[in-house]
């Protein structure tokens, strides 16, 4: 997940405008415009590997109400590799056509949408002033990053990242489990205070490069101001700044100081660092706040008393030092290529609706990216952190959001390079640079 692209966070709701068209958003669950004959929507997405547990689940069952609801309709709930997943689709795109393909693709948010516009349906036909009332998100599945641009997909949740810790850990440790580690300086020190009870500082899962993404997020806003990131996406602001290079000096320094578990550059950050950090070796652990690798699945298997949570730990004071970054997480498009677009919308609609806002967040323990569900069913003590966090607006858009696709590949790549120390944090950031440049040159050639 590259954008995390993960914001339970609750950007303020938008009221904007669309074109006027009926579509499903009510409260309760109703029925699709009747089709004139049976037809299959196939949906893609990485949530349905496992349909027993979190999102897949509740997935399955929405399927299983929608077609309750609509007779004529067929869901075919297709699970794709999380890890290959945009090369799938890629795939799938250049041999699309009515009879091939998916109806309707999870996305993340972000870049991950914008780049794959052309393969996908513009929902502007579908999507009511109201409907688009009670759901945040629109600005990073808009056109332009514009809430008021043209909508290419529909948010489902919000995401989040934010750092937990093992209270039982740090106990071990000698340290306080109620009083975490705030400054960069007493972080590193419970770092090494684990290794002393035979555990890690942080359980990292950097196969895949994700992590090194997650941790820029987490911490750019100690060095970077709000202006600063808009001037980093329009070119005027180079990914080769101190600003920056701050950033992933801190990175590297956390593998340089023996922070991170055994093995951590060869492990996936999805499952098997979350489940490093619930058995109980290594103390801390950047997780989202929805979905998976959150404090529900940590709670459940840790013991919700036994779990901590912070935000990134301050090398570099500042006015936004302290907060978390939300938005990255998944939502639902229709294909450019599906011959029922208005029934694939109106799919998207249904699990988009108020009830099943509810339900992901009492079922899955996840933050609905629609708006109307009931703050007082949050009961979970760490939860209501993060809700209380949320209201104190201490949140902000991921740095690497609206970074293309080829950048933020070219950042991760990088990254792991620059932990096993193949390159130095200024070489990466210059390939990172160069990457960038060339991206926005064939945007203003038109390519």
Request: aromatic share 10%; hydrophobic share 40%; proline share 7%.
């Amino acid at each position: 997940m590259n954008r995390l692209a993960l914001a339970l966070l609750l950007v303020a709701a938008l009221v904007v405008a669309g074109c006027p068209k009926p579509t499903p958003t009510e409260t309760k669950t109703t029925a699709a415009t009747p089709s004139t004959g049976p037809m299959t929507l196939t949906v893609w997405d990485w949530h349905a590997a496992d349909p027993s547990k979190g999102v897949g689940l509740w997935l399955t069952n929405i399927d299983r109400e929608f077609e309750r609801a609509n007779p004529k309709v067929k869901i075919n709930h297709v699970a794709q590799s999380h890890t290959e997943y945009y090369e799938i689709f890629k795939a799938a795109a250049a041999a699309a056509s009515p009879e091939r393909g998916p109806d309707v693709v999870m996305l993340h948010q972000g870049s991950r949408i914008l780049d794959n516009t052309p393969s996908l349906t513009p929902l502007t036909d579908y999507v009511t002033p109201d409907f688009r009332k009670k759901i945040v998100g629109w600005e990073v599945t808009c056109e332009g990053y514009d809430p008021n641009g043209t909508p290419w997909a529909v948010p489902i949740a919000v995401q989040g990242l934010v750092w937990y810790y093992n209270r039982t850990l740090l106990k071990q440790a000698g340290l306080d489990p109620n009083k975490p580690p705030t400054t960069w300086k007493d972080f590193l020190a419970a770092c090494d205070a684990m290794k002393g009870v035979g555990k890690a500082g942080i359980a990292v899962g950097e196969k895949e490069g994700f992590w090194s993404d997650w941790f820029i997020n987490s911490a750019y806003f100690q060095t970077m101001t709000p202006q600063d990131k808009v001037d980093l996406v329009a070119g005027k602001m180079k990914w080769t700044d101190p600003k920056i290079v701050a950033i992933l000096e801190r990175l590297k320094e956390l593998s340089d100081r023996g922070c991170f578990q055994k093995g951590a550059m060869s492990t996936p950050l999805f499952p098997d660092a979350g489940e490093a950090f619930m058995r109980g070796e290594a103390a801390f652990f950047l997780g989202l706040i929805s979905d998976v690798a959150h404090w529900k699945e940590f709670g459940e298997m840790m013991g919700p008393e036994n779990l901590g949570i912070m935000t990134c730990p301050v090398f570099q004071e500042g006015p936004n030092s302290t907060k978390f970054p939300t938005g990255g997480a998944f939502a639902y498009a229709v294909t450019k290529w599906s011959p029922h677009p208005k029934e694939a919308f109106d799919y998207i609609a249904f699990v988009a609706n108020d009830e099943h806002a509810t339900t992901f967040l009492t079922d899955v323990g996840s933050f609905p990216a629609n708006q109307t569900y009931d703050r007082a069913l949050i009961s979970d003590p760490n939860a209501k952190t993060i809700a209380g966090w949320l209201a104190e607006n201490r949140t902000g858009p991921q740095m690497t959001d609206m970074a293309a696709t080829e950048v933020g590949e070219t950042l991760r790549r990088e990254c792991q390079r620059v932990l096993t120390g193949q390159t130095t944090v200024q070489a990466a950031l210059a390939a990172v640079r160069k990457t960038a440049e060339e991206v926005a040159a064939r945007k203003r050639a038109g390519s």
